[in-house]
């Protein structure tokens, strides 16, 4: 029986290296490993013995384009550990803030990663040629997400004003009628974001999964709640449902020899996080411009096809467009000056969890008497998602082997690219070496 084994090298858009190797006896996958030598960045140690205050303006450098995920998650973990309640005010900002972000990371993916590769380019400036109408709807959505950061934050990127506790300077009543107006007019161009991805020729490739991600009832996923599976949003299987504080309890992080990165399982199974694993589970809390858009596209959710995971972020652009709109609303009436809370530092240990673009995020920090970390754990929906896409990849390749070298390589980086894992903020592409023995 022929052997063979297919290596990509420097895997595009991720942060970083990383290579795949996929071995073959004939037809039959025998082995996949994605190796991911992205540098080690040492935030768990480095922030030990650093004061509370410090931890979510340290956390958020972790990544750039999910900065305000780290830091509100951190938030909510330094607020857990020392009983702290924040408004309902500044929960809304904080979620406003978590909002841009989103908006910010589904559109540059959708549109300058993932778009080009169906469209017959090799990357975005190539095709802004000949498809201005898609950047320009992208650099609108993008724009408006980036004023609606800044308002609340005070910066795109870090941003420097939520507090443990509150916000250190809030947005004017006429800021935030102006981004309400902002953000409703860019709606449109979610809206046609949707159409465009929904239009898309994706593979007929289904891989079923345990889909992971927060519940809280009646909300859409995003600012806190019970980590879930799937199963508990559909009749039969096995229904699991941890409380954040025990996560532990279901989700295992491992290593691998060939990879510096960590994998992941919950409740000792491989699963997804991320869009298409919130829209699976909750799609009937989308709004209902969102879910209007997603009928009109002819795709049924629950979908089990990581190709689709494109087309959840579209459908999610326009619930968050509706999400903003409705906060707006509402501060622009009742904004209003909250000092700050002094806040003593103690010990304590507490969890955060939120939904970053990727998918669950988590915060975990052990306090001291002084308030000083002693201990910290961070689990991100990269490490989570590595495991499956090993899966996709391994159960994804025969229904390639009748191609070219070339058109493997490029089915392989639309597969990859589906997952928008944290990392993939690389330019360079797939360069493919096929090996047979």
Known sequence: MEKKT??????????????????????????????VFEAAQYYEAMVKSKPFHEIPLTTARICGFCSQAHQNTALQAIENAL????????????????????????????????????????????????????????????????????AVGAREIHSINAMVGGFSSIPTKSKLEMLRNKVTQSKQASLECVKTFGSLQTPDFQIPAHYACLFQEGDYPLMDGMIESSECQADGGKCIQVNKTHYRTAIREYLKPYSSAKFATFADSTYFVGALARVNNHYPLLSEDAKKAAEETGVRFPNHSPFINNLAQAIELVHFHDRAIEILEELSKTIANEPLPRIEGRAGTGVGATEAPRGILLHEYELDSAGRVEHANIVTPTAQNLRHLEQSIREYVPWLLHLSDEKISLELEKLVRAYDPCFSCATHFLKLKLERK
């Open 83 to 150: 009983d702290i309640e924040p408004s309902r005010q500044t929960m809304l900002l904080r979620e406003l803030l978590q909002i841009g972000q989103f908006v910010t990371s589904h559109s540059l993916h959708l549109y300058f990663l993932a778009l080009p590769d169906y469209l017959g380019f090799d990357n975005a400036i190539q095709m802004a040629s000949k498809h201005p109408r898609e950047v320009q709807q992208a650099l609108e959505i993008k724009h408006v997400a980036t004023e609606l950061v800044n």
């Open 6 to 35: 297919i290596r990509i090298e420097r895997l595009s858009k991720i942060e970083g290296h990383a290579n795949l190797s996929v071995s073959l006896e004939g037809k039959k996958v025998t082995d996949v490993k994605m190796k």
